[in-house]
């Protein structure tokens, strides 16, 4: 089985909402296209999506409504809490303490167990070809695991374009 992770498309961020609830910006046409190509090149025998609005608009604006799309709550984001104007100094401090939930986000060692739970559960379906459509910080997360690495490195997951092919996944 070979599992590839897409991460979702360009969202507009809203402060008054849930990041899992955030749309995708209205002109992603130019965001998506290369990426689109590389898709429709592969046939996937699954489409898996987290359940959050920008990953499956994503799964569907990449594949279209003949492919059979599916949703696996544990594709979904890191859990976050309130909105923050910096960003990037939570997501380095939730990497370097993967086992602490910091300022009420999930603990980066959860997000990566939920995921790494899905990937054994696809195993089983014994496919050949399988696409996660996804976000960047489970992925960076799942990257690391994959790679054996101790954490997830901010500077991986900052340089991960939305949507980008972001590798072929562990699995398991």
Not at 56 to 78: C, I, N, P, Y
Not at 80 to 99: H, S
């Amino acid at each position: 089985m070979l599992v590839h992770f897409i991460r979702h498309c360009p969202t507009v961020s809203d402060p008054s909402q849930h990041a899992e609830s955030w749309v995708l910006e209205p002109d992603v046409a130019h965001h998506e296209l290369s990426i689109r190509v590389f898709v429709q090149a592969l046939s996937f025998d699954l489409v898996v999506t987290s359940p959050e609005v920008k990953a499956r608009e994503t799964a569907k604006r990449l594949f279209g409504e003949d492919q059979s799309v599916e949703v696996d709550e544990r594709f979904a984001e890191l859990q976050r809490g309130r909105f923050l104007k910096d960003y990037e100094t939570q997501v380095t401090a939730t990497f370097n303490a993967p086992e602490l939930s910091i300022n009420g986000w999930e603990s980066a060692d959860s997000c990566q167990q939920r995921g790494r739970e899905a990937l054994r559960i696809l195993a089983q379906k014994k496919l050949d070809r399988i696409c996660v459509c996804g976000h960047g910080l489970q992925g960076a997360l799942l990257r690391s695991f994959s790679l054996k690495q101790a954490h997830a490195s901010l500077k991986e997951w900052a340089a991960i374009n939305m949507p980008d092919h972001m590798w072929p996944a562990p699995q398991g």
